[in-house]
């Protein structure tokens, strides 16, 4: 059965640093990935979204994430962190047709 | 409107009590999810809704639970004789198949005494 892996339950980066965020994901074929922000208080965003193609995919906000198949992984990634970007994280796996998984977050806390 | 719609934003019922949410989803997405979001336990699949498919229920929780889509579009969620373990807040989500993109209602935030 399909799942997602977020091993870090919550992270803490200082202000401008860089942050990488780790999924990794069970999945019988090759999987639709996802990453979704929640704001507090606010909804899901979509952020960046993997179907097929270059490895390495571009989302808002200035983040990127890279679909390495051997390892099974789609780490979020943002070579600085504002104070704004605190919030909680989620990554997804999914196939047309089919259900879409989501990990049970990370939540990123930017210190000052 | 343009958005996926939830209601009612908040209830509060007894323990044993049946609740009823409803989700409008976007117009003309054929696709539609309920998810259950507990503090610390992320987005847990409930139950998907794709065109005339049968529908994937394979994470409702229990038998209390149960979700019907009529006419493609506006989807009620049921849940029989509430446990406090119910509690949540119940996220709706319609998806644009073309870019796969999740669209997610405000959430319906239920508390059971």
């Known amino acids: 059965a399909q799942s997602v892996t977020q091993p870090d339950i919550h992270i803490t980066v200082s202000e401008g640093a860089s942050l990488e965020l780790r999924c990794n994901y069970s999945?019988?074929?090759?999987?639709?990935l996802f990453w979704y922000v929640q704001s507090p208080g606010q909804g899901l965003q979509l952020l960046l979204k993997?179907?097929?193609?270059?490895?390495l995919v571009q989302g808002i906000k200035g983040f990127e994430a890279e679909f390495k198949r051997s390892q099974s992984s789609f780490n979020l990634r943002k070579p600085s962190v504002p104070w704004s970007d605190a919030a909680e994280y989620f990554c997804?796996?999914?196939?047309?047709?089919?259900?879409?998984?989501f990990g049970k977050g990370t939540t990123l806390s930017v210190s000052s | 409107g343009a958005g996926v719609s939830q209601s009612p934003s908040n209830k509060v019922t007894e323990k044993g009590k049946d609740v009823e949410l409803r989700c409008d989803p976007i117009?003309?997405?054929?696709?539609l999810y309920w998810y259950r979001q507990s503090l610390g336990q992320g987005l847990e699949f409930l139950i998907y809704?794709?065109?005339?498919?049968?529908?994937?229920k394979s994470g409702l929780p229990s038998d209390r639970f149960s979700a019907e889509r009529t006419g493609g579009s506006v989807s009620t969620l049921t849940i029989q004789r509430t446990q406090q373990e119910d509690s949540a807040v119940y996220l709706c989500?319609?998806?644009?198949?073309?870019?796969?993109?999740?669209?997610f209602g405000e959430g319906s935030r239920l508390t059971v005494l």
């Open positions: 997804a796996v999914g196939a047309q047709g089919t259900a879409l998984i």
């Open positions: 999945y019988g074929a090759t999987p639709y």
């Open positions: 993997y179907f097929s193609g270059d490895t």
């Open positions: 117009s003309g997405h054929t696709a």
């Open positions: 809704f794709q065109g005339n498919s049968a529908p994937d």
């Open positions: 989500a319609s998806i644009q198949i073309r870019t796969g993109e999740l669209f």
